[in-house]
């Protein structure tokens, strides 16, 4: 299957400093990118997304950063809040109809 | 606005029972429907997905199916339950053809079988 089996990472960071949530993508071929956060016991929700002809993309405090080159996609939370302790899941579009999942990343702030 | 409903919430099963669960979706036609799971502290895997009604795609083969009786009714069903389908069932929807839209969740429904 796509992305299981492993244990989910752990980054912990300061209340108020910025987080770097890292991404590694297989396909060159895939052409839109979208960053989920899910809090314990809640379905994923959308945070912000790219497409492969951007590599920068800004939200509300939320920056996502794609590098074609290496298949590289990351997710900068600035100033970072408890409300932003999340498993935070990059997806990658395959196909017509299915994305495929990070392994995800924990991100703990800690007060 | 679309929206995306999941029952139950929660499930305690007994081994060897079945399993019936159900997603709905409103606001939308002819969505794409998915069901993944989640075992605790890992990643999303893809189990099923269908396009339309009847059409059922499976990603990894198991003790589980899918069926879509109607355009926006998705439901993961299982005859007889193992220790091992414990875990977070997430449904989720996206547009037809899903080109920029990506998924959106429901709030999922989380199983243990004992």
């Known amino acids: 299957g796509e992305n299981v089996g492993l244990h989910l990472p752990t980054l912990s960071v300061q209340e108020g400093d910025n987080s770097i949530i890292n991404c590694a993508y297989s396909n060159s071929a895939s052409d839109y990118f979208i960053w989920y956060k899910q809090e314990s016991g809640k379905g994923p929700q959308f945070i912000i997304d790219i497409r492969s002809n951007m590599d920068k993309r800004q939200g509300q405090r939320v920056t996502v950063l794609l590098n074609k080159t290496v298949k590289h996609l990351s997710l900068q939370i600035a100033a970072t809040q408890p409300g932003d302790s999340a498993v935070y899941f990059c997806?990658?579009?395959?196909?017509?109809?299915?994305?495929?999942f990070g392994t995800g990343t924990r991100l703990k702030v800690l007060a | 606005s679309q929206t995306i409903h999941q029952w139950p919430a929660t499930l305690v099963q007994p081994v060897g029972s079945p399993l019936s669960l159900e997603c709905t979706v409103e606001?939308?036609?002819?969505?794409?429907l998915y069901w993944y799971r989640q075992a605790a502290g890992r990643g999303l895997q893809l189990l099923f997905y269908?396009?339309?009604?009847?059409?059922i795609s499976s990603e990894v083969p198991q003790n589980l199916s899918a069926s879509r009786p109607q355009d926006r009714q998705f439901i993961l069903s299982s005859k007889k339950l193992l220790l091992s389908d414990s875990g977070f069932y997430l449904c989720?929807?996206?547009?037809?053809?899903?080109?920029?839209?990506?998924?959106?969740f429901g709030s999922g429904t989380r199983l243990t079988v004992v």
């Open positions: 269908s396009v339309g009604i009847g059409q």
């Open positions: 997806a990658e579009k395959r196909g017509t109809y299915k994305y495929i």
């Open positions: 989720a929807w996206s547009r037809d053809r899903a080109s920029f839209y990506g998924y959106t």
């Open positions: 606001g939308t036609s002819n969505p794409n």
